[in-house]
C-alpha cells in the first residue's frame, strides 16, 4: 500500500475524512488551529473479472456448477459461468477464452467473443475495485466439456430459460440485459 504524508504535526488531528477519487482513497486529518492537515493516500487494488457465456448452436447456454469452495463455502454447487480474474498482462477477452479452456476444456475463438456487459464496483472494506465483464461466445454444434477440479457439473440451458436460473448478482444482471438487448 502508498502512503504520503503531507504535513507535520499529526498529534493535532481533528477528524477523519474519506473522499474517493478514481481508483485512490485519500484520507484528510485536520489540524487544530490551522489549516494544515496530514493526508494519506492508500492505493486501492484493481483486478478484472471476465466471464462467458457460452451458447451452443440450440440455443443453449452453457451453466457449469461450482463445487465445494473452501475459501467462499456459500459459494459452493451454486451454477455459474466459466471466468475469472485476468492475470496481468492480459486483455479481459483473452482470460475470457484462457478460463472457458482451463475449466470447461472449450477452445473459444477470439472472432467469435465479444463483449456484452460490464459493471465496476468499489469494495470499500477491502480498498478494491473491481471490474466485471460478460462475453458471450457463439459456438457451432454441442462442445465436449470437460470440467476444471473447480466444478462438479455442468448443464445446457436454453436461452429463455437463463432468466430462472440463481445467478449471482452481477451474471444475472448480464444475462437479463444481454436477453433484453437481443444479444442473445
Not at 484493481?46 to 443453449?60: F, H, T
Not at 480498498?127 to 457439473?153: C, F, R
Not at 436460473?165 to 436477453?179: G, H
Amino acid at each position: 500500500m502508498l502512503y504520503e504524508i503531507v504535513s507535520k504535526d499529526p498529534e493535532y488531528a481533528l477528524g477523519l475524512e474519506e473522499v474517493i477519487l478514481g481508483y485512490t482513497v485519500y484520507k484528510y486529518q485536520y489540524y487544530v488551529g490551522s489549516d494544515e492537515y496530514i493526508m494519506v493516500s492508500q492505493q486501492a487494488t484493481v483486478e478484472s473479472v471476465a466471464k462467458v457465456l457460452i451458447v451452443d448452436n440450440q440455443k443453449r447456454g452453457l451453466i457449469l456448477i461450482l463445487g465445494k469452495h473452501l475459501k467462499y463455502p456459500e459459494k459452493s454447487f451454486l451454477p455459474d459461468l466459466p471466468g475469472g480474474i485476468v492475470e496481468e498482462g492480459e486483455s479481459e477477452q483473452f482470460a475470457a477464452i484462457r478460463e472457458a479452456k482451463e475449466e470447461c476444456g472449450v477452445n473459444l475463438e477470439a472472432k467469435k467473443i465479444q463483449l456484452a456487459y460490464a459493471e465496476t464496483a468499489y469494495y470499500e472494506k477491502e480498498n478494491k475495485s473491481v471490474s466485471k465483464l460478460l462475453y458471450i461466445a457463439h459456438v457451432t454444434g454441442s462442445p465436449d466439456i470437460t470440467l476444471s477440479w473447480e466444478h462438479s457439473d455442468y448443464e445446457w440451458t436454453p436461452i429463455d430459460e437463463l432468466q430462472s436460473v440463481v445467478l449471482r448478482p452481477f451474471l444475472k444482471k448480464a444475462v437479463e440485459y444481454s436477453i433484453t438487448n437481443g444479444l442473445l
